[in-house]
């Protein structure tokens, strides 16, 4: 079955860090747009970062110069190094593949992974 498998999240102190991971092994096409998203209570999915098909990622202004995406091609898995964490980066960390990086964008994933819960505690 075709998915995709986040680990990682967990709570810590504003100024740690956690490390993502997204596992896409699953995934049979290897040219996937991939990305992370999160949730906060009372507010909508919002992009983070982006993998884009050429190797460009681009970051959210939130959490730029914080969050590192980085992706091991043997393993398919993506995964996201999360520093200085503030506690407004509380919520839930979902990854997402698509075969066209614009639908990616507009948050209209081929495949979303169930979500990791990150918290930082002030």
């Known amino acids: 079955q075709e998915r995709l498998m986040e680990s990682g999240g967990g709570s810590v102190q504003a100024g740690g860090s956690l490390r993502l991971s997204c596992d896409a092994s699953?995934?049979?096409?290897?040219?996937?747009?991939m990305g992370w998203f999160r949730q906060t209570p009372g507010h909508e999915r919002e992009g983070v970062t982006i993998?884009?098909?050429?190797?460009?990622?681009s970051y959210d202004n939130s959490v730029k110069g914080r969050f590192t995406l980085s992706k091991d091609k043997d393993k398919n898995t993506l995964y996201l190094q999360m520093n200085e964490l503030k506690p407004e980066d509380t919520g839930v960390y979902y990854c997402?593949?698509?075969?066209?990086?614009?639908?990616?964008?507009?948050?209209?994933?081929?495949?979303w992974g169930q979500g990791t819960q990150v918290t930082v505690s002030s």
């Open positions: 997402a593949a698509a075969r066209v990086c614009v639908d990616l964008l507009r948050k209209k994933a081929d495949y």
């Open positions: 699953a995934l049979t096409y290897n040219r996937y747009c």
């Open positions: 993998l884009d098909t050429d190797g460009t990622t």
